[in-house]
Each structure stands twice: as structure tokens, then as C-alpha cells.
């Protein structure tokens, strides 16, 4: 049963691809006629036009990362796998795609600017800074889940099946060997005459050999300071926060670029290894499909509506995915029929890697998943470790694989959303000198710390992991972040083509997210402020934060609404669009 669930999935999105892309496209007027920013702007630097193979690859792996491993894995585990592949599904076709492809598209349309910039020209400039304060608080949120999930990683060992340890400090130490050869891989390109090819051709097999050495030298900071393995994995959370900061600061070439290379081979091989592990290992569904439509979640209860559509961001659909579009992508794109594939295909292409993840939860039974704490990257990384098994790979390195990946995988974010950061906040305050940069880059990397040393406990006093309270937050604020992001897609699209189709294909979504994002925020607020005994101010972070996101996109929800009004009495026509102004 799984695999007929896998290739329909498959099947589903191919065909999604075919329709209903085909339809945005045309509605969109895609025309390959039109020179595009990256051509007309070419400079070698920030405008250089690639082929939509390479440039669908550069997408893809920028804004899958661990995003859609972890959402689909914890929303299976809540609410069982049939309601998250159903979301997955639909989510992907009809929301999440017309974000990413809306957001590409409007972007190429405006010189290929950030889709603040496109909400600056078609709303108002206090539009434009009450977006840029949005998405520098869900990038926060983004480093905070993800820095705690990976510093769970290099603590605490995995049991095997056949009784075979997997140790997290070994993990740690093939991470730090992973970032340490990137480095040395790029002074080797910089000093030496060898060629891309021929570096790539020495420098995997020794990030192979980073993987199978680690276990053999454990990196165990619970052990050597006589720590618990809680207070060992804080001391990795500043490590890596710390990385944070360093990752946006030093030159590109010295770290992200070299380290993006290396990472992408990691990340297809994932995806290959485990999409031919499902097909061939004749595994057989354990998870149940359904559990229920409210569920035991920390110190309360968890509801299907809103949370699972809160809880699975990428993989259906993910606001950090319109940053991306029109940030990077758009600035590379050498054909505007390339929209279709890089837009709205690398959407679908992630959500097969979220259906894939989902998988890993479906072949386990419910005493599995507990006996691995729950932790989404186990999870992750025991599936592909029996996946693997297919072709001969014993499970351990399998696992220690798939932990590595996922790791990988986090480094993509962890450095994208803190160089995004800087600029939000160089860009909000004006700091364009050399201090102002590091400034930037600080706060951004060590605000997260703040709410990481935080000690979550369950409703029995236990204490759980932190990305638990965060996940869930982080998931409002990034669905919170699609929705203004299809706010600001649909003012575009009715100034520009006064059609009635823009309400169903693009209104509709940016309704549907900002209800269920807007009603699992409230929930927070509520159970933050109301209390069996009344009114009360909450000492927790969460409430203040839900509640400051919820002003933030009700004041964007308004200008959006002056903006219609104002087209409707201007009666502004699709050609020659003036902005709006306060």
C-alpha cells in the first residue's frame, strides 16, 4: 500500500504540473519574447541568466531544506498520515504553488525585486516596513526550531533494530569535519588550477569519510564537561548560533558557496536514495492513518483545524519560499516560460520530498516513534537507513546518513535566514556600514538564543524539546508570512489585470492562510491571556509574539483593503499601474 501511495502521489503532482500550471501561466501571460531582468541587467554578479536546469536546482535546494523532513514527520506523528498527505497534496497544486510561482512572476514583472519591494510599489511604503518587521520575526523563529532540532542531534545515542548504536557526539563531530572541508575546498579552487569537477571528484568521497570517522571520535560534550545531555545540547545551540554568524559575515566564496555545493549532492541523494528505497524495500504501513481531531500537545490540546495546516508549512506551502523567488531566483532567470518549471515545479518537487518524509513516519508503529523521543531527524534518519538497506547499505551508516543530510540541510537555512536578516534590518535601519552589518548580523543570530535557553515542560511537568513550543509558532508565522505574501500577490494581479479569475486563484489561498494562520495564533493569545481565572499577563514569550504577529498582518490586511477601495474609485486600468502612496 505504501508504494501505491507514493506513485500516486507522484502521478497527482505530475499531473497538477501539467493542468493547473499550465493554466497559471497562461493566465499569467508568460511570454518568451520578453527580456527579463536577468538579462537585461546582466552584470555577473546579482543579474546572471542560467539555464532553468541548473537554476530549478539552485531553487529547489534553497527552499526545500529541512522544512518539509520536519513538518510532514510531526504533523504524521499528531494527527496521523492521511490528513497531512491530504494538505501536502492540495496545499502544494493550489497554495503553495501559485505563492512561489506568483511571487517569481511578480518579481521578474519588477526588475526582479523582493516581493517587499512589489508590496512598496502596489500598496504603501508602510506596507513595505511592516512586511520587512514580519519576515525578519519568522526568519528569528525559523533559526530558533531549526538550531534546536540539529543541536538535538549531537546528544543522546539511537538504538538499532539489531541492537547497534548510532552516537549523536559522533554526529557532531561529521558535522564540524563537514563545515571544516567546504573551507579547505575553497582556498584549494582559489590557490590551486584545479577545476570544479576535478575538487568536487576528491572533496565528496572525504565528506563520506567525514560521515564513517565521526562515530569513531565522538565529539560527547555531555561526557567530557559532565553535563546532562540538556545543558550539552545548549552548549551546540550557541555553537551553531555562532556559526550563524559567522556563516553571514565571511566572504561567500570562503563557506556558503563551497558548502551549498557539497550540500546539494547530499540533497539528491536523499531524495533518490529514499524514493527508490519505497519503491523496492516492499515496506509495509504501521502508522495509523488517522488519530484524531484534537491531540495531547505539550501542556494542552492540539486541533486538526488549525494546527495541521501550521504544522506542515514546506512541503505544501511556505512564505519563506516567496523571500527566495524573489530574492535569488528571479534575478537568474534567462526565459520567463522558465517561470512554469522553476515557480511552480520546485513547489511540487518539494512536496514529493514531503510526502517521501511522511513515509518514514508511516512504516514505523506508534512504540517506535516513541522510542525515538518523537524527533523528527531520527525518524527521518532510521527510514533512510531502511531504505537504504535495499542496496546492500548497512542501516547504521544508512541512519548516520540521513542524520548528516539532515543536518545539511538545516545549514542551507540556518545561513540563508540569517543573512536575510541582516539585510531586512540594514535595510529597516539604515546600517550600510561595515559596523552596521555586523550589528545586524548579531542581532539576528543571537536573539534566537534568547528563546532557545528557554526549559520547556509538558502538562506533567516533564521537560520537552524546545523546538516542540517553537514548531508550531514558527509554523503560524511562516504560513502568516505565505499569507501576506499572497496578500501582496493579489494586489498585483488585480491592478495589473482587473480579471476575475485573480479572486479564486490567488484570493482564495491568501484567505485560506490567513484564517488558519491567523486562528492558530489566536489560540496562543487566548491561552496565553485567558485563564480559568480570568484575564492575566502571560510570562511566556509565545502569546506576546502571537499577538504582535497578528497586529503586524491585520495592519497589512488593512492597507490591502484602502488599496482595492482606492482602485475601485480610480478604476485603474492593467497598463500603466501607479503606485499607491500614503
Given at each position: 500500500?505504501l508504494l501505491?501511495?507514493?506513485?500516486?502521489?507522484?502521478i497527482?503532482l505530475?499531473?497538477a504540473?501539467?493542468?493547473?500550471g499550465g493554466?497559471?501561466?497562461?493566465?499569467?501571460?508568460l511570454d518568451?519574447?520578453?527580456?527579463?531582468?536577468?538579462?537585461?541587467?546582466?552584470?555577473?554578479v546579482?543579474?546572471?541568466?542560467?539555464?532553468?536546469?541548473?537554476?530549478?536546482?539552485?531553487?529547489f535546494?534553497?527552499i526545500a531544506?529541512?522544512?518539509?523532513?520536519?513538518?510532514?514527520?510531526?504533523?504524521?506523528?499528531m494527527?496521523?498520515?492521511?490528513?497531512?498527505l491530504?494538505?501536502i497534496?492540495?496545499g502544494a497544486?493550489?497554495?503553495g504553488?501559485?505563492?512561489?510561482?506568483?511571487?517569481?512572476?511578480?518579481?521578474?514583472?519588477?526588475k526582479?525585486?523582493?516581493?517587499?519591494?512589489?508590496?512598496?510599489?502596489h500598496m504603501?511604503?508602510?506596507?513595505?516596513?511592516?512586511?520587512l518587521?514580519?519576515?525578519?520575526?519568522?526568519l528569528i523563529?525559523?533559526?530558533?526550531a531549526?538550531?534546536d532540532?540539529?543541536?538535538?542531534?549531537f546528544?543522546?545515542n539511537?538504538t538499532l533494530?539489531n541492537?547497534?548504536?548510532?552516537?549523536?557526539?559522533?554526529?557532531?563531530?561529521?558535522?564540524?569535519?563537514?563545515?571544516?572541508?567546504?573551507v579547505?575546498?575553497?582556498?584549494?579552487?582559489?590557490?590551486?588550477?584545479?577545476?570544479l569537477?576535478?575538487?568536487?571528484?576528491?572533496?565528496?568521497?572525504?565528506?563520506?569519510?567525514?560521515?564513517?570517522?565521526?562515530?569513531?571520535?565522538?565529539?560527547?560534550?555531555?561526557?567530557?564537561l559532565?553535563?546532562?545531555?540538556?545543558?550539552?545540547?545548549?552548549v551546540?545551540?550557541?555553537?551553531l548560533?555562532?556559526?550563524?554568524?559567522?556563516?553571514?559575515?565571511v566572504?561567500?566564496?570562503i563557506?556558503l558557496q563551497?558548502?551549498?555545493?557539497l550540500?546539494?549532492?547530499f540533497?539528491?541523494?536523499a531524495l533518490?536514495?529514499?524514493?527508490?528505497?519505497?519503491?523496492?524495500?516492499?515496506?509495509?504501513?504501521?502508522y495509523?492513518?488517522f488519530?484524531?481531531w484534537?491531540?495531547p500537545?505539550?501542556?494542552g490540546?492540539?486541533t486538526?483545524?488549525p494546527?495541521l495546516?501550521i504544522?506542515?508549512?514546506?512541503g505544501?506551502c511556505?512564505?519563506?519560499?516567496?523571500?527566495?523567488?524573489?530574492?535569488?531566483?528571479?534575478?537568474?532567470?534567462?526565459?520567463?516560460?522558465?517561470?512554469?518549471?522553476?515557480?511552480?515545479?520546485?513547489m511540487?518537487?518539494?512536496?514529493?520530498?514531503?510526502?517521501?518524509?511522511?513515509s518514514c513516519?508511516?512504516?514505523?508503529?506508534?512504540?517506535?516513534?516513541a522510542?525515538?523521543?518523537?524527533?523528527?531527524?531520527?525518524?527521518?534518519?532510521?527510514?533512510?537507513g531502511?531504505?537504504?538497506e535495499?542496496?546492500?547499505?548497512?542501516?547504521s551508516?544508512?541512519?548516520?546518513f540521513?542524520?548528516m543530510?539532515?543536518?545539511t540541510?538545516v545549514?542551507?537555512?540556518?545561513?540563508?535566514c540569517t543573512?536575510?536578516?541582516?539585510?531586512?534590518?540594514?535595510?529597516?535601519?539604515?546600517?550600510q556600514?561595515?559596523f552596521?552589518?555586523?550589528a545586524a548580523?548579531?542581532l539576528?543570530?543571537?536573539?534566537?538564543?534568547f528563546?532557545?535557553?528557554?526549559?520547556?515542560?509538558?502538562?506533567?511537568?516533564a521537560?520537552?524539546?524546545?523546538?516542540r513550543?517553537?514548531?508550531?509558532?514558527?509554523?503560524a508565522?511562516?504560513?502568516?508570512?505565505?499569507?501576506i505574501?499572497?496578500?501582496?500577490?493579489?494586489?498585483?494581479?488585480h491592478?495589473?489585470y482587473?480579471?476575475?479569475?485573480?479572486?479564486?486563484?490567488?484570493?482564495?489561498?491568501?484567505?485560506?492562510?490567513?484564517?488558519?494562520?491567523?486562528?492558530?495564533?489566536?489560540?496562543?493569545?487566548?491561552?496565553?491571556?485567558?485563564t480559568?481565572?480570568g484575564?492575566t499577563?502571560?510570562?511566556s514569550?509565545?502569546?506576546?509574539v502571537a499577538?504582535?504577529?497578528?497586529?503586524?498582518?491585520?495592519?497589512?490586511l488593512?492597507?490591502?483593503?484602502?488599496?482595492f477601495?482606492k482602485?475601485?474609485?480610480?478604476?485603474v486600468?492593467a497598463?500603466g499601474?501607479?503606485?499607491?502612496?500614503?
Amino acid at each position: 500500500m505504501l508504494l501505491t501511495i507514493i506513485l500516486a502521489s507522484a502521478i497527482i503532482l505530475l499531473v497538477a504540473y501539467k493542468s493547473y500550471g499550465g493554466l497559471l501561466a497562461r493566465l499569467l501571460k508568460l511570454d518568451a519574447s520578453k527580456t527579463t531582468p536577468a538579462v537585461e541587467l546582466a552584470d555577473g554578479v546579482d543579474y546572471d541568466p542560467i539555464d532553468w536546469k541548473f537554476l530549478l536546482s539552485q531553487h529547489f535546494s534553497a527552499i526545500a531544506a529541512a522544512g518539509p523532513i520536519v513538518g510532514p514527520i510531526v504533523a504524521g506523528m499528531m494527527f496521523g498520515w492521511l490528513p497531512t498527505l491530504i494538505w501536502i497534496l492540495l496545499g502544494a497544486i493550489f497554495i503553495g504553488g501559485i505563492h512561489d510561482f506568483g511571487s517569481l512572476v511578480a518579481s521578474i514583472r519588477h526588475k526582479a525585486r523582493s516581493i517587499a519591494e512589489v508590496v512598496r510599489e502596489h500598496m504603501t511604503r508602510r506596507s513595505y516596513l511592516l512586511f520587512l518587521t514580519f519576515v525578519w520575526i519568522a526568519l528569528i523563529y525559523i533559526i530558533v526550531a531549526f538550531t534546536d532540532i540539529v543541536a538535538g542531534s549531537f546528544v543522546g545515542n539511537i538504538t538499532l533494530e539489531n541492537g547497534q548504536q548510532v552516537s549523536g557526539a559522533g554526529i557532531a563531530t561529521s558535522s564540524l569535519l563537514y563545515l571544516a572541508l567546504p573551507v579547505v575546498m575553497a582556498f584549494v579552487l582559489r590557490w590551486t588550477k584545479l577545476s570544479l569537477l576535478t575538487t568536487t571528484l576528491i572533496f565528496l568521497p572525504l565528506v563520506g569519510a567525514a560521515i564513517w570517522f565521526g562515530q569513531y571520535l565522538p565529539l560527547d560534550l555531555a561526557g567530557g564537561l559532565g553535563l546532562s545531555d540538556l545543558a550539552a545540547q545548549k552548549v551546540w545551540v550557541v555553537a551553531l548560533l555562532i556559526y550563524c554568524f559567522v556563516a553571514a559575515t565571511v566572504p561567500m566564496w570562503i563557506l556558503l558557496q563551497p558548502r551549498g555545493h557539497l550540500g546539494g549532492f547530499f540533497l539528491f541523494a536523499a531524495l533518490i536514495a529514499g524514493a527508490l528505497g519505497v519503491l523496492f524495500s516492499g515496506s509495509e504501513i504501521q502508522y495509523p492513518a488517522f488519530i484524531g481531531w484534537n491531540v495531547p500537545q505539550g501542556a494542552g490540546v492540539a486541533t486538526l483545524f488549525p494546527i495541521l495546516f501550521i504544522t506542515v508549512a514546506c512541503g505544501a506551502c511556505s512564505g519563506f519560499h516567496s523571500i527566495i523567488a524573489s530574492g535569488t531566483s528571479s534575478k537568474q532567470l534567462r526565459n520567463e516560460l522558465d517561470a512554469k518549471k522553476v515557480g511552480y515545479g520546485a513547489m511540487l518537487l518539494e512536496a514529493m520530498v514531503a510526502v517521501v518524509s511522511l513515509s518514514c513516519v508511516m512504516i514505523l508503529s506508534k512504540e517506535a516513534v516513541a522510542d525515538l523521543g518523537g524527533k523528527p531527524n531520527f525518524i527521518y534518519a532510521l527510514g533512510l537507513g531502511r531504505f537504504m538497506e535495499v542496496f546492500g547499505i548497512p542501516a547504521s551508516f544508512g541512519v548516520l546518513f540521513g542524520l548528516m543530510a539532515f543536518t545539511t540541510f538545516v545549514y542551507d537555512t540556518l545561513d540563508v535566514c540569517t543573512r536575510l536578516g541582516r539585510y531586512i534590518l540594514q535595510e529597516l535601519f539604515g546600517w550600510q556600514n561595515t559596523f552596521g552589518r555586523y550589528a545586524a548580523t548579531a542581532l539576528t543570530a543571537f536573539v534566537p538564543l534568547f528563546f532557545v535557553m528557554q526549559t520547556a515542560t509538558d502538562a506533567s511537568g516533564a521537560v520537552i524539546p524546545s523546538w516542540r513550543v517553537f514548531w508550531p509558532l514558527f509554523g503560524a508565522s511562516n504560513q502568516l508570512l505565505a499569507a501576506i505574501g499572497l496578500l501582496g500577490i493579489t494586489v498585483w494581479l488585480h491592478r495589473t489585470y482587473r480579471a476575475k479569475w485573480v479572486w479564486p486563484i490567488a484570493g482564495v489561498p491568501t484567505v485560506i492562510m490567513y484564517i488558519m494562520s491567523g486562528w492558530a495564533l489566536l489560540q496562543y493569545v487566548t491561552r496565553g491571556f485567558v485563564t480559568s481565572s480570568g484575564f492575566t499577563l502571560p510570562t511566556s514569550f509565545v502569546p506576546w509574539v502571537a499577538l504582535l504577529l497578528i497586529i503586524l498582518a491585520a495592519l497589512l490586511l488593512w492597507e490591502a483593503v484602502k488599496v482595492f477601495r482606492k482602485n475601485d474609485r480610480l478604476n485603474v486600468g492593467a497598463a500603466g499601474v501607479p503606485p499607491v502612496t500614503t
